[in-house]
């Protein structure tokens, strides 16, 4: 931004007296350059003499002002340093007659900010399966200003932008095999963005099945239902899924570990329904679910029922936290009876 | 979880954790900083094949000792507001039992 201020004080007007031995020189037009100069740019006096006179140092003092302070370190100075400035600052020069003293042009130019700069974008990794997040790694951030360190991001996919959170990586869910990813990087300093960068582009490659939602119904089932195990699977390709149940119950594997199992029956997916007469009051089954394209499995997907009839068996293990209350006891559930207790079962690691 | 139970719902709910078999060496650093009650399984009590656990299994059982419902935290990470929202509902429901 560029503030100027012209002024001419004429020495008549103030009623001082010309200088001896002849008229003053005119005044000369005076222009700090650059018109909008930032703090790489130096501070350059340019004066034009008026029309049909020339124009002599000699007869003009020069002088700077710091936001309205005098800096005599600068006057004398046709230029002051860029190194001098800093962002918000406003100066001011006056030309001022050593004729009489008293005839003045000026000029002034506000220190504007200067915008960031970055040196390189580039996406990692380099050849993303389409279940991979992509992050964008910057680099070379300069700020004459010295102000903070930030970017914006702009995320696009076959060259669209689509819109996502500006931020540095990309959640898969938005690309598929086969198409190019890019983003636009903009570094920042809050009050200019800098040049753009826009990194190359990466190719998307296939990727493994998202790990399915599984349920059983019907809910709180008893030992007189059939189980029946529902999975949602979804692959970010798009591509077809083959999706392989399988079931346990009490940690056996069913029906291969259950003696005298009939086996499950299939009601949309092979093997996904269990026969009310394999189950039993107090089992607890579990189906897992993997999702697989042509490449690719999903991680398992499980969901686990309690077939309820009474209240479990009782068990006695002593408490091995130093710090809990019960440090040293034996701790049972039949402890907990008339309140309510969770019970989770981890591995110490 | 515990804590957040017991500031609306005082001594009604207690949340304990087992450790399997074979994972004593681990003990002292998953109590570290915990007071919650750490029991250690046993091949005697073998409470995982005698209760049918599967791993990371958290049962909440009502007064009764009768349980209310099974939620599994692999793959349901409780840092997940909805997660969490439904292992606490389970303990709610519970206490209603």
Redesign the interface.
Known sequence: MRTRSLLLVVPLLAGCPPAPGGSVDPAPLLTILPAAPTTVDALTVDVEPPADASFGWLNWDISWQLDGAAHPASDGSTSVAASATARGQSWTVTLTSNQDGSIAVSDAVTIANTPPSMSFANLDPVAPRSDEAITVLVGGWEDPDGDAEAYSFAWLVDGQDIGAPDAATLAPGSYSSGQTVSAVVTPTDGLDDGTPITTAGVVIANGAPS?PVVTITPDDADDTQDLLCSVTADDPDGDALDVVITW????AAYPTGVPGAVGPTTTTLAGDTVPAQDTAAN??W?CSAVASDAEYAS?P??A?M?L?A?????????????????FGES?S??D?????????????? | MQADLDAEFPGVVQILGVNDVGFEGGNATITDGRDLPWLQNTADADLWNAWGVTYRDVWVLDGDNVPVGIFNVTGNNLSDAANYETLRALFVEAMGD
Do not use: M
Not at chain 1, 248 to 251: A, K
Not at chain 1, 336 to 349: D, I, P
């Open positions: 790990t346990t119950v009490g940690g089992q607890n579990i991680d997907g499980t686990s309690y309820a009474g209240p479990l068996s009782d068990f006695g293990l002593d408490d091995v936290n130093a710090t809990s209350p019960r701790v559930p039949r907990y009876l008339q309140k309510v207790s969770g019970w989770y079962f981890g591995h110490a690691t």
